[in-house]
Structures are given as structure tokens and as C-alpha cells.
């Protein structure tokens, strides 16, 4: 069940939209070949749903902790351009983006499932996150969605947002016949 905490939040005033990676935009496994190659698995509902985000005018980053091609890869499918990888304190790169950007933490939603992500979720307009995050961040959010990471809580999430503000119908009715 989704859980919709009150807030001060105003969802026609989010204009950025940050997501952590593994645990939020994958199920947090992380598979490691031999030749030390890294593979992720992402939802495809998930990424659509970030691309409807860019379309809709929004600005959407990455800020993950880890470095990985894959993400790099996954980024550059989707069209997302800010991409924050091997982040030792993620608020210092959120700071950054809300300054690049000329936002107000009003303006910015996040999503994260773990400690890590603990200072963005309590700093961010919205805090977002799947079901399976860990407590603390359950604790922290004003929305945590059905689904867990990596099963469709990217998807949930962006539908949330861009139906509280109006947006999601016409960005649905291209693909009405």
C-alpha cells in the first residue's frame, strides 16, 4: 500500500528529481563477473517513466555512491545528463545540483532506500522511496510506493509526481490510438 506522509510539499513546484541507484532504480543486487564486469537489472516501465519526466520539462539526476559503466550506459539510453557517480556524501552533490540549477530544496524530489541517502530525503521538497527501503528511510519519507526497488518504484514515483501535477494525461494521450 502506498503510503503518502503529510507534508509542506507542493508537487506543481518539484522541478528536479533525483534517484539513487541500486536499491531504488535496481532490486540493490549487484552481479560481479570474473573479468570483474558489473551488471544491473532495470525495470523498463521504470525507465519510461524517467523519460516522461524529461519530456514533461523536469530535470532528472543520478547521485550514487557506487561507479559503474552500467549506470553510465543506462543514463545515456534514457537521456538523463546529470549523473553523480562514486559520491562519498550525497548532500554535497545534491547541493551542487540545486545550485547548478538555481533551486530551492522545495522544488526537488529524491528517492533513496538506504542511511546513505538519509540526508537528502530529510533536506528535499519530496522524499521518496520503494517499499523494501530500509527503515530509516521508510521513516524519513513523505511517499514510499507499492513496489520495491527495481520492481516499478521508479515508475510509481514519476506517476505521483506528474499526475499531482497535471502533466501525466497529456503526456499519456501520445500513445492513445
Known sequence: MTKIRPAPWDLRAIK????????????????????????????????HGLKMLIRAGL??????????????ARARDLGIEEVHQGVLDKLVAYEASLARWNLSPAETAFAGDDVVDLPILARCGLAMTPADACPEALAQAHLV??????Q?????MV???LKGQGLWDDLVARYRA
Not at 42 to 47: N, V
Not at 62 to 67: A, K
Not at 152 to 156: K, L, N, P
Open 16 to 47: 528536479w528529481v533525483g534517484f539513487d541507484v541500486d536499491g531504488v532504480m535496481t532490486d540493490g543486487g549487484i552481479i560481479i563477473n570474473d573479468a570483474g564486469q558489473e551488471w544491473k537489472r532495470f525495470h523498463s516501465r521504470d525507465g
Open 145 to 150: 510506493v507499492q513496489a520495491n526497488g527495481g
Open 159 to 161: 506517476e505521483f509526481i
Open 59 to 72: 530535470k532528472v539526476a543520478i547521485i550514487t555512491g557506487r561507479t559503474s559503466q552500467v549506470v553510465t
Open 152 to 156: 516499478g518504484a521508479v515508475r510509481e
